[in-house]
């Protein structure tokens, strides 16, 4: 196969990863389930979780879990999941990097370019924000 490039919705609530194979757009997944949550999570054991398994954990842990990232990139905020302190893009590249893989076991080779999507009103910060997020997940 060519060089594989997929378009990513980083949503506020769910992401998705698609592709355009054979003249159609093919909507990736991981199981059952085309969406991930757009949840990131450190369990009690200090394990990183992304999508449904972070999300599982939001109501016992919600100081170990965070959702709707998307409205805090471009901001210098810091978040903390337990003792451990991430930026929104460090947040946005897990969930980016867990699409890339979604689709990487698909098509059976690494991904390493995407478009990602942004809304229209994002800022300058914002979209860069973005950008450093898929840089940092090897996008």
Request: aromatic share 6%; hydrophobic share 45%; proline share 5%.
């Given at each position: 196969?060519?060089?594989l490039?997929?378009?990513?919705?980083?949503g506020?609530?769910n992401s998705?990863?698609?592709?355009?194979?054979?003249?159609?757009?093919?909507?990736?997944?991981?199981?059952?389930?085309?969406?991930?949550?757009?949840?990131?999570?450190?369990s009690?054991s200090?394990?990183l979780?992304?999508?449904e398994?972070?999300?599982?954990?939001l109501?016992?842990?919600p100081?170990?879990t965070?959702?709707?990232?998307?409205r805090?990139?471009?901001t210098?905020?810091?978040?903390?999941?337990?003792?451990?302190?991430?930026?929104?893009?460090?947040?946005?590249?897990?969930?980016?990097?867990?699409?890339?893989v979604?689709?990487?076991?698909?098509f059976?080779?690494a991904?390493?370019?995407a478009?990602?999507?942004?809304?229209?009103?994002?800022?300058?910060?914002?979209?860069?924000?973005t950008?450093?997020?898929?840089?940092?997940?090897g996008?």
């Amino acid at each position: 196969m060519s060089e594989l490039i997929v378009g990513i919705d980083l949503g506020t609530t769910n992401s998705e990863v698609a592709a355009f194979v054979h003249g159609k757009i093919q909507v990736l997944g991981s199981g059952k389930t085309n969406m991930l949550p757009s949840v990131v999570g450190l369990s009690p054991s200090g394990e990183l979780l992304v999508g449904e398994p972070a999300r599982n954990q939001l109501a016992l842990y919600p100081d170990r879990t965070i959702r709707s990232i998307k409205r805090k990139m471009g901001t210098g905020e810091k978040i903390a999941l337990g003792d451990r302190e991430f930026s929104p893009p460090e947040i946005s590249a897990l969930i980016l990097r867990e699409l890339a893989v979604w689709a990487g076991r698909t098509f059976e080779q690494a991904v390493e370019k995407a478009v990602i999507t942004v809304p229209a009103y994002f800022s300058d910060a914002q979209r860069q924000a973005t950008r450093e997020a898929a840089a940092l997940a090897g996008l």
